[in-house]
T-cell receptor, first 115, second 114 residues
Framework: EPEVTQTPSHQVTQMGQEVILRCVPI?????FYWYRQILGQKVEFLVS????????KSEIFDDQFSVERPDGSNFTLKIRSTKLEDSAMYFC?????????????FGAGSRLTVL | AQSVTQPDIHITVSEGASLELRCNYS??????LFWYVQSPGQGLQLLLK??????LVQGIKGFEAEFKRSQSSFNLRKPSVHWSDAAEYFC????????????FGQGTELSVKP
């Protein structure tokens, strides 16, 4: 079964450092997403991406965050200068383009720990 | 405001017992409803979804859920729990015109006693 792959599974970084989280969505999917879950809190929507541009972003997704699809397979989330409160599990997801296909396939997540 | 509430943070059931996980939502538009499961070290796996039609939906692993519009609920059920069902369960809501932007509940952690 096709799956969404995320790397790294766990990253520890110092406050102020840049972090890039990588995702390989399902190959024929057109819509891509990042969600995050701070420990003990809800899974929250960060950003959606379609046709090489951001289609929607949440209030959380400020100027410190950016997303990119550098090639035909990868989808990345960059945090420019990490803060302690960025520590969370980050989930990548993708979905196909057919109508009614509001079904996201999620990756296993990348746990980010900011010290 | 749009929200999803899962009132039970942690539930423990005995293997073979029935299970019901509660989910209530507040959503302005016609909702799409989902249940996802997360096992340790795994991603969020879709158990089932409700878009329209029959309000009782069947999912994978023997789970089902019933959409009750009057109660704004979408409770997840399983008649006989297996030890492998121990995991965290998330209810989520979305809408047609917000494809992919889901609002999640807090999650319910399920433990299964032998």
């Amino acid at each position: 079964e096709p799956e969404v792959t995320q790397t790294p599974s766990h990253q520890v970084t110092q406050m102020g450092q840049e972090v890039i989280l990588r995702c390989v969505p399902i190959s024929n999917h057109l819509y891509f997403y990042w969600y995050r879950q701070i420990l003990g809190q809800k899974v929250e929507f960060l950003v959606s991406f379609y046709n090489n541009e951001i289609s929607e972003k949440s209030e959380i997704f400020d100027d410190q965050f950016s997303v990119e699809r550098p090639d035909g397979s990868n989808f990345t989330l960059k945090i420019r200068s990490t803060k302690l409160e960025d520590s969370a599990m980050y989930f990548c997801a993708s979905r196909g383009g057919s109508s009614g296909a509001n079904v996201l396939t999620f990756g296993a997540g990348s746990r980010l720990t900011v010290l | 405001a749009q929200s999803v509430t899962q009132p039970d943070i942690h539930i423990t059931v005995s293997e073979g017992a029935s299970l019901e996980l509660r989910c209530n939502y507040s959503y302005g538009a016609t909702p799409y409803l989902f249940w996802y499961v997360q096992s340790p070290g795994q991603g969020l796996q879709l158990l089932l979804k409700y878009f329209s039609g029959d309000t009782l939906v069947q999912g994978i692993k023997g789970f089902e859920a019933e959409f009750k519009r009057s109660q704004s609920s979408f409770n997840l059920r399983k008649p006989s729990v297996h030890w492998s069902d121990a995991a965290e369960y998330f209810c989520a809501v979305g809408a047609v015109n917000q494809g992919g932007k889901l609002i999640f509940g807090q999650g319910t952690e399920l433990s299964v006693k032998p």
